[in-house]
């Protein structure tokens, strides 16, 4: 029988052993959607129900071809996707991918006007105590000028006031001032320890110090 593995906080059970479905759309010769719906299935009788996908795959034809796989068994599996990935055939350079990326921002938040209510009402989300229900990670710039004056001979300055309780499953905070920049993670000991998050650090700062080396660079050439 297939081992199990809980995963975060919400009560996800997934098969200890997952699919990766890339290969089943691109990167390898001899592409045959019938022999991969074929595997999928025979997936599912082994016990495995944890696939991983992604629009970008194909590109945008492998969720197409896990959902019309699985369309009959969706309650029955977990399905790991990506969003945001770029693929540019004239290979952009980081500088020119995060202008892209700006642009594309702003672009998506001048539809974010519909009331907040509405969209919770709309998605539905299944209500717990122990986790936010809509968003568990946050990545959030803060620029800090060191402090303000508000009036003569009287300033205030900020400071950040632990509450020794994780609001998210993971919050990156970046702080930007005088001195260059900060970063203050706050996570749940229930999905991280201290190690994991300090080779989550590493790992940023080593992204940060090719982004400097190849900032004129083409962005395919970072490695994480």
């Known amino acids: 029988m ?39 299935h025979r997936a ?59 642009v594309d921002v702003l672009d998506g938040l001048t539809r974010s006007r519909v ?16 986790y936010s229900p809509i968003v568990q990670v946050v990545f959030a710039l803060h620029e800090e000028d060191g402090g303000d004056e508000l009036a003569e001979g009287v300033r205030f300055e900020r400071s950040t006031v632990s509450t020794d309780t994780a ?13 260059g920049l900060r970063l203050d993670v706050e996570y749940s000991t229930d999905l991280f320890d201290a190690e994991t998050i300090r080779a989550f650090v590493g790992q940023w700062e080593t992204l940060l110090g090719q982004v400097i080396a190849i900032a004129t660079g083409a962005a395919v050439r970072l490695i994480w």
């Open 2 to 40: 297939m081992k199990q593995r809980k995963l975060g906080t919400q009560g996800l059970v997934v098969s200890e052993l997952g699919l990766g479905c890339m290969g089943m759309s691109e990167f390898y010769e001899g592409r045959d959607d019938a022999e991969s719906i074929a595997t999928l």
């Open 44 to 102: 599912l009788a082994l016990g495995v129900n944890f696939f991983d996908t992604s629009d970008v795959y194909g590109p945008h034809t492998n969720e197409i071809l896990v959902g019309k796989a699985l369309k009959e068994h969706r309650d029955e599996v977990a399905i790991a996707t990506k969003f945001g990935i770029v693929r540019k055939a004239d290979d952009p350079t980081f500088r020119e991918l995060v202008g892209r990326t700006r």
């Open 115 to 130: 009331p907040f209510d509405l969209a919770v009402n709309h998605l539905h989300p299944q209500r717990d105590l122990s």
């Open 167 to 179: 609001k998210y499953d993971l919050t990156w905070s970046v702080y930007r001032g005088p001195d």
